[in-house]
């Protein structure tokens, strides 16, 4: 059987052919009113990098910027079935996808941090809420856009004066000109790891966004925990690009921040390894966050 799993981030999409572990890539979704017709567009690229040949049994989808209007998503999913000549497309939110990757028994809280944010806290009954994942405007809080922007605010501030000293403002990039670029968002998140660095090697302005962030994960985290029944301990796994580049200097302030029935585990897999999952069995837990097409 042909079955195919897709991690549509904002960085990159990510293809898998479940059956050989083959995995191509194409570009990561970008804001706009074209944005399905460029993901659409980044699934074709990755497909013909891994050659794949038709037709297909499943193909399940985690995506960033899972289009919520009415119908839309339904139709998508028709799109991408007839693209890859797929008998059935199971769709749904990349939060989904990285928690089936990350807690396969289903109960527990996943924060998802990357170029975005985002939590989901499924119950023992099956029972679900998302948390942030609100955009780079309005949410996603902690994330790598949230630790670049801080970054990027300390550099303009040294810069004028108005604010402390920091090997941040040690950089070539004019964060003005970003409000040029159509990959702003990307951009502004790619600045991170420069936090980071800054922090690791004591400064202590870049120590501060990195302490802050810190502690807006863990506050997304105690409030999805509060959403669970009872008051036993929690598993929570944190998964990710921004997780999986910052390890333990990230990891240990948000384990501090945390409350106490949360219990930080290793995930057992990604976006893409929950996207398969979805693909090669049935969706269980998740049946109520997947739009599905069939033909």
């Not at 899972?66 to 497309?89: C, I, M, N, S, T």
């Not at 990285?98 to 998802?112: D, R």
């Not at 120590?207 to 925990?225: P, S, Y």
């Amino acid at each position: 059987m042909n079955r195919i799993a897709i991690d549509g981030g904002q960085s990159a999409l990510r293809l898998r052919v479940a059956a050989s572990a083959r995995t191509g890539t194409g570009p990561g979704y970008t804001h706009g009113p074209d944005a399905l017709m460029r993901m659409l567009d980044a699934i074709r690229v990755a497909a013909a990098e891994v050659e794949l040949q038709g037709p297909v049994d499943v193909v399940a989808l985690g995506l960033t910027g899972y289009p919520q209007a009415p119908g839309v998503a339904e139709r998508f999913a028709g799109q991408v079935g007839e693209l890859l000549d797929a008998d059935e497309v199971r769709l749904t939110q990349d939060m989904v996808t990285a928690h089936a990757g990350a807690l396969p028994a289903g109960y527990g809280v996943v924060v998802a941090a990357g170029t975005g944010l985002v939590c989901l806290a499924v119950d023992r009954d099956g029972t679900w809420r998302k948390l942030d994942g609100h955009g780079y405007l309005f949410g996603d809080a902690g994330s790598a856009f949230a630790i670049g922007r801080a970054g990027l605010v300390a550099v303009q501030r040294a810069r004028d004066g108005r604010g402390p000293v920091t090997k941040l403002a040690d950089t070539a990039i004019d964060p003005v000109l970003l409000y040029r670029s159509s990959t702003l968002v990307d951009d502004v998140a790619r600045f991170a790891p420069e936090v980071l660095r800054c922090a690791a090697e004591g400064d202590p302005v870049a120590h501060d966004v990195l302490v802050r962030a810190a502690g807006d994960i863990a506050e997304t985290i105690g409030a999805a925990v509060a959403q669970l029944a009872g008051e036993g301990p929690v598993p929570v796994a944190c998964v990710g690009g921004l997780f999986a580049g910052a390890g333990e200097q990230l990891l240990t302030p948000v384990r501090a921040a945390l409350p106490a029935r949360a219990r930080l585990i290793p995930a057992a897999g990604n976006s893409l390894d929950g996207a398969e999952r979805l693909a090669t069995g049935p969706t269980g837990t998740y049946a109520d966050l997947i739009v599905t097409y069939r033909r």
